[in-house]
């Protein structure tokens, strides 16, 4: 029994991390897929949701927790409420605009299949200039045997380097935000 | 570990780089194939996350270290503020023409 335990757990350290990710990209992709194909667009929009937390997970596998948190809160909490209200408020539509038809799935596949055999050719075959894996594992761990994560040297980042563009982006929610109030409530004629 | 094996098993840049063109496929597919206005969106917003993933996992792999994922947060804010203003379009399309079908919106056709 302890030696079958041991097999396992020595399995889950080689095989764990790949099973992982392609569980992850598995759900992303098939509730990416669907969001697209769905014939009604509030299937569409929640399998869109799925899709989103799967990428919060990635994001999660990648090291990246304070992005995880804000993909959760910002896409499956703000956008995907925006996308249901827009969908609730506008579904009065006939049956043949709700569908995707075969024609136009068509010419969809017409220009995704080239560009993903494109973008798949060149992520493959490109020697990225990636930094050995030993080192990258080894940074966090460093610091007293806590991981410290990413959250404060984003912090930094963003009040340093990159602090004009993190005001002008939030003049630009602002601008957005009232320009959208303006237009939903039919001020625009 | 089987040696053949080992560029499925071993998780690295590539994988992740594949899983984002493929979900940006998935996008353009939608953008496309879709007659809604909404699943267009919803097409921009698969194309946008495809994008995110591939900063993040540039930055965890390469030297960028921090600089991936603040790129991320700036693609996060920017897809916001698309969101609402294209919602605010799609509503106020809707109140004036009583759809959101792409094919009938064509007035500025001319």
């Excluded at chain 2, 969106?41 to 900063?55: C, R, S």
């Excluded at chain 2, 503020?81 to 056709?109: N, P, Q, T, W, Y």
Aim: proline letters at 4%.
């Amino acid at each position: 029994m302890a030696e079958l335990l041991g097999k396992l757990t020595a399995a889950m350290g080689t095989y764990g991390p790949a099973v992982l990710f392609y569980g992850v990209a598995g759900l992303v992709l098939a509730s990416a897929a669907y969001a697209v194909v769905a014939k009604k667009i509030d299937h569409s929009a929640f399998s869109l949701m799925a899709c989103f937390t799967g990428v919060a997970a990635l994001y999660a596998m990648l090291g990246s927790d304070f992005l995880a948190v804000t993909q959760v809160i910002v896409y499956v909490g703000g956008i995907m409420i925006l996308i249901v209200f827009g969908v609730l408020l506008t579904d009065r539509l006939p049956v043949e605009y709700r569908q995707i038809s075969r024609e136009t799935v068509v010419q969809g596949l017409a220009v995704a299949v080239p560009v993903m055999a494109a973008l798949v050719w060149a992520a493959a075959g490109t020697s990225w200039p990636v930094v050995a894996e030993a080192a990258a594992a080894a940074a966090p761990p460093a610091a007293g045997g806590t991981d410290p994560g990413t959250t404060a040297a984003i912090g930094k980042l963003l009040l340093t380097d990159y602090l004009f563009p993190f005001e002008f982006a939030s003049v630009l929610l602002l601008v957005a935000l009232v320009g959208a109030a303006r237009m939903a409530r039919g001020g625009a004629k | 570990m089987n040696p053949a094996l080992r560029p499925f098993l071993e998780i690295g840049l590539t994988h992740y780089l594949v899983l984002s063109s493929l979900m940006f496929s998935l996008g353009i597919l939608a953008m496309v194939a879709r007659r809604n206005a909404i699943g267009v969106l919803i097409g921009i917003e698969l194309i946008l996350n495809a994008a995110n993933v591939n900063l993040v996992a540039f930055g965890r792999f390469t030297d960028a270290g921090p600089q991936g994922p603040v790129f991320a947060i700036f693609v996060i804010m920017l897809a916001a503020a698309e969101a609402a203003i294209a919602l605010a379009l799609l509503l106020s399309l809707f109140e004036r023409s009583g759809s959101v079908s792409l094919d009938e919106a064509s007035e500025l056709k001319g």
